[in-house]
């Protein structure tokens, strides 16, 4: 019996084994000839031609119960909170009953204590790396210019949200989610999840795996 395993917020790291969605309007803009174009000097990335432009958020084109397997890494945390909730309950929808979904995402409790370590040694520049780079909430300019605005709207680097294990965990238990723990790299029971998880992805990260 045939599988199906879905990953969104894929970037660059689309595995053939999975149907890989991404949501970057760098990557609309790649799947339209007419404006790749027009807008080829903004692009800074080429997505593998096995992304396929889809938004969590908004729902991805599939059925009901219909995935074994989702995945997501370093993208919850770039939306808002509400959009993250409604990305939970679209996750859950085309899960089928039992199956797994695995996401890893900064871990806020790590930053957290690096951040007060820094300031217990009188280190002055602990909430600059703090909020600048280990959490990326801050916003060191404003966008000024098409150009300046172009860049950070293709770019969307920045963090939204932030989340430790228990905030996470609450979290997926209240949009339905069962048998919750936090994961570590290639610990699933599931063989699939070792063909697209990296191990760089899980350091200083947060990793949770729970089921339908």
């Known amino acids: 019996m045939n599988k199906s395993y879905i990953q969104y917020g894929a970037g660059l790291s689309a595995p053939k084994e999975w149907v890989n969605f991404d949501a970057s309007p760098t990557l609309r803009i790649q799947k339209t000839p007419v404006l790749k174009t027009l807008l080829k000097s903004q692009l ?7 992304v396929v432009y889809g938004d969590i958020v908004k729902g991805l084109p599939l059925a009901d119960n219909s995935c ?3 995945y997501c890494s370093h993208t919850l945390e770039h939306l808002s909170l509400n959009d993250f909730k409604t990305a939970l309950r679209n996750t859950l929808r085309v899960l089928k009953p ?13 930053c957290a204590r690096q951040y007060i370590a820094a300031l217990d040694k009188g280190d002055n520049t602990a909430s600059l790396r703090y909020i ?12 000024k210019g098409l150009k300046a605005f172009a860049s950070s709207f293709f770019g969307n680097s920045h963090h939204l949200w932030m989340w430790d294990y228990l905030s996470l965990a609450d979290q997926l238990s209240k949009a339905g989610f069962t048998r919750i723990r936090r994961a570590y790299f290639n610990d699933s029971p599931d063989e699939m999840f070792k063909s697209i998880e990296e191990e760089s992805r899980f350091i200083n990260a947060l990793a949770i795996e729970c089921y339908k």
């Open 44 to 50: 800074k990335v080429t997505f593998p031609d096995n």
């Open 68 to 70: 074994d397997g989702a």
């Open 98 to 110: 039992g199956g797994i979904f695995r996401c890893v995402v900064p871990d806020l409790e790590f």
């Open 132 to 143: 600048g780079h280990d959490t990326l909430l801050g916003i060191e300019d404003r966008p």
